[in-house]
T-cell receptor
Framework: ETGVTQSPTHLIKTRGQQVTLRCSSQ?????VSWYQQALGQGPQFIFQ???????GRGNFPPRFSGLQFPNYSSELNVNALELDDSALYLC???????????????FGEGSWLTVV | RKEVEQDPGPFNVPEGATVAFNCTYS??????FFWYRQDCRKEPKLLMS???SGNEDGRFTAQLNRASQYISLLIRDSKLSDSATYLC???????????FGKGTRLSVIA
């Protein structure tokens, strides 16, 4: 519907493991941002990539890292998983390099991560 | 003080009721304001932007008071399909990311 697709939709990992989440942006969008939404909370900004470079980061530790590829698809990697990393991870795409405005951002359906 | 604070909810209202959600933000440099809707286990979707002059979209009215750093959303004639979580969202001014409130859950009951 939004043209932003994420995979996997659900996954379960054990504490200490590493996870990679993937996002395919809407066609023509060169900016992707990632958000973490814990249960009962609003989405929290993790970081944003523009033309394969990180150009903004929220208050998340370095074990949260990302990549953006030339086709503007993106990955979120989380190392040394902790129980508190259990959340919905949302990818959002937009056009333009600045940190996105709320009326131009398109979310994917998210990846549900459970850490046990 | 949290950057964006919303009514904790949940709000349980009968069909046809009018319901208002309130939101306050702490960053006086904030420039853009939005209400998003999030259905259960789904992604957030833009409901409407909020302008200084206030704006209306059908049964939905959004208001912004910059002096009080306060945003509101009014839903008239509530429908069952309005049941969702409503997220207040603020752009922090300049080149800063969106900041989301925790959301207020609305349940419209037949």
């Amino acid at each position: 519907e939004t043209g932003v697709t994420q995979s996997p939709t659900h996954l379960i990992k054990t504490r200490g493991q590493q996870v990679t989440l993937r996002c395919s942006s809407q066609s023509g969008h060169n900016t992707v941002s990632w958000y973490q939404q814990a249960l009962g909370q609003g989405p929290q900004f993790i970081f944003q990539y523009y033309r394969e470079e990180e150009n903004g980061r929220g208050n998340f530790p370095p074990r949260f890292s990302g990549l953006q590829f030339p086709n503007y698809s993106s990955e979120l990697n989380v190392n040394a998983l902790e129980l508190d990393d259990s959340a919905l991870y949302l990818c959002a795409s937009s056009a333009g390099g600045g940190l996105v405005s709320g009326n131009t951002i398109y979310f994917g359906e998210g990846s549900w991560l459970t850490v046990v | 003080r949290k950057e964006v604070e919303q009514d904790p909810g949940p709000f349980n209202v009968p069909e046809g009721a009018t319901v208002a959600f309130n939101c306050t933000y702490s960053n006086s440099a904030s420039q853009s304001f939005f209400w998003y809707r999030q259905d259960c286990r789904k992604e957030p979707k833009l409901l409407m932007s909020v302008y200084s002059s206030g704006n209306e979209d059908g049964r939905f009215t959004a208001q912004l008071n910059r002096a009080s750093q306060y945003i509101s959303l009014l839903i008239r004639d509530s429908k069952l399909s309005d049941s969702a979580t409503y997220l207040c969202v603020v752009n922090g001014g300049g080149n800063t990311p969106l900041v989301f409130g925790k959301g207020t859950r609305l349940s419209v009951i037949a």
